[in-house]
């Protein structure tokens, strides 16, 4: 017996809502005369376009024979093939079109084990990444496909993706690369979709693969239920920030001309091992819950120095003068913590802040300033679980030092 496909799962079938794909053609540049869906799907996008630009060429390939035989009905004979996306041969047609093409996507996401087409179009379109991560998602081989397919023709990409991809670390290099090889336009970050059952947000990326490197790109948000369009930033990006309208949100926190606790040297640690871990040996280490208990913002600890000697080789101490804050959780308390006086290990979702010699009072000052909270709020991330990550908190500001020189 044929085992019958989950088509929504296996072939990543979240077809675009109405209103993200009419909002998408209204974010493109001016003068598109052709289309291309690698992963058309019933044709909903293409069909968007048709509705600002009448005379537009469009073609779309699906690998499902059902999807396509739906978009031909929707855009016309001829303007849907069945193929895999990632190497199917584009009519010849498509080229010979003055103006501009744009290659237009709401590819498949998911988990793959990495190819040889996901190694060649993913190196081809980043080049100099050599993290892995993209190649585990075929999401990301779509993306190289267009781009690699737009720069050819001079034309545009507009891709919806995870939103993981605006913000995420593990994207940081293809990030990086992107701002660096094309011209990023604008990225847009879709709310409450909806459509893709497990992806709270998505990001809508707008690219000119005509000229490099980006210069001013536009973040916004975009909520479907309203139908609310916001733009939140217009202006420069370096290559190591966020494309997330959430981080742009604190745009002016993260301008500020103040040195950043890693310009100033500090130490941030991470706890080593879970509490669980610490418990199987018998031995405790300091919690997220043990800093949400707390009254105050000081905490006085016992002196597990010498009781946990052993494990002081594993384990990361806080000690007085430290601040702890918590790195993960749901429920925990998004507060920085002083320790008052004694030592004891911290757990794996702790993280230590230790400032180095005559920065203690800038860095204390600046975690209690009224600017940390919504400075918190602009990077932290997670769908369930808030995360605040280690390398972004290198990059806080000593907002107590604004206008100050390093030092
Ligand atoms: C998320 S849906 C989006 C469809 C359409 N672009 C839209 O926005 O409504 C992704 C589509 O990719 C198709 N697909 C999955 N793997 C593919 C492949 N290797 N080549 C072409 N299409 C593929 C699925 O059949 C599905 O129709």
Redesign the pocket.
């Known amino acids: 017996m044929t085992r019958r496909l989950n088509?929504k799962n296996e072939?990543?079938?979240?077809?675009?809502p109405v209103t993200i794909?009419n909002m998408l053609c209204q974010q493109l540049p001016r003068g598109v005369t052709v289309a291309i869906?690698?992963?058309?799907?019933?044709?909903?996008?293409?069909h968007a376009l048709r509705g600002r630009w009448k005379k537009i060429e469009l073609y779309?390939?699906?690998?499902?024979r059902e999807?396509v035989t739906r978009a031909a009905r929707l855009l016309g004979p001829g303007c849907a093939g069945q193929?895999?996306?990632?190497t199917?041969r584009l009519p010849s047609r498509l080229n010979a079109t003055a103006g501009r093409t744009v290659l237009?996507?709401?590819?498949?996401?998911f988990a793959v084990e990495s190819r040889d087409i996901d190694l060649r179009l993913q190196r081809k379109a980043f080049p100099g990444v050599s993290s892995k991560h993209g190649l585990r998602r075929?999401e990301m081989t779509?993306f190289s496909r267009a781009l690699i397919e737009a720069r050819r023709r001079k034309g545009v990409v507009a891709m919806?993706l995870p939103s993981a991809f605006a913000a995420g670390i593990q994207y940081a290099p293809y990030r990086a690369a992107l701002l660096e090889h094309y011209r990023v336009l604008k990225a847009i970050e879709i709310q409450d979709g909806g459509y893709?059952d497990t992806e709270a947000t998505t990001i809508l990326l707008i690219i000119d693969t005509a000229c490099r490197p980006t210069r001013e790109v536009e973040i916004s948000r975009y909520t479907v239920s309203e139908d609310e369009f916001a733009v939140v930033y217009r202006g420069r990006i370096s290559r190591d920030q966020r494309l997330d309208a959430r981080y742009w949100a604190g745009a002016h926190l993260h301008q500020m001309k103040a040195p950043t606790l890693g310009e100033v040297g500090a130490d941030i640690s991470r706890g080593r091992r879970s509490k669980a871990e610490a418990l199987k040996d018998s031995q405790i280490v300091l919690h997220t819950t043990d800093l949400c208990r707390l009254e105050g913002r000081r905490i006085r600890l016992p002196d597990l120095h010498l009781e946990t000697m052993e494990s002081n080789d594993v384990d990361v101490m806080a000690e007085a003068k430290d601040f702890l804050i918590a790195r993960t959780g749901t429920r925990v308390r998004w507060e920085p913590i002083e320790v008052a006086a004694g030592s004891a290990p911290i757990s794996d979702h702790v993280l230590r802040i230790r400032a180095p010699k005559g920065f203690y009072r800038a860095i204390k000052a600046s975690l209690l300033h009224p600017n940390f909270s919504n400075w918190l709020a602009s990077i932290s991330k997670g769908v369930c679980a808030t995360v605040l990550t280690k390398r972004e908190l290198l990059q806080m500001p000593l907002f107590a030092m604004q206008g100050k020189c390093n030092g």
Do not use: E, K, S, W
């Open positions: 088509y072939l990543g079938q979240h077809m675009t794909a869906d690698l992963a058309v799907g019933d044709g909903a996008l293409l779309g390939v699906d690998c499902d999807r193929g895999d996306g990632l199917a237009i996507g709401n590819p498949p996401y075929i779509f919806i893709r």
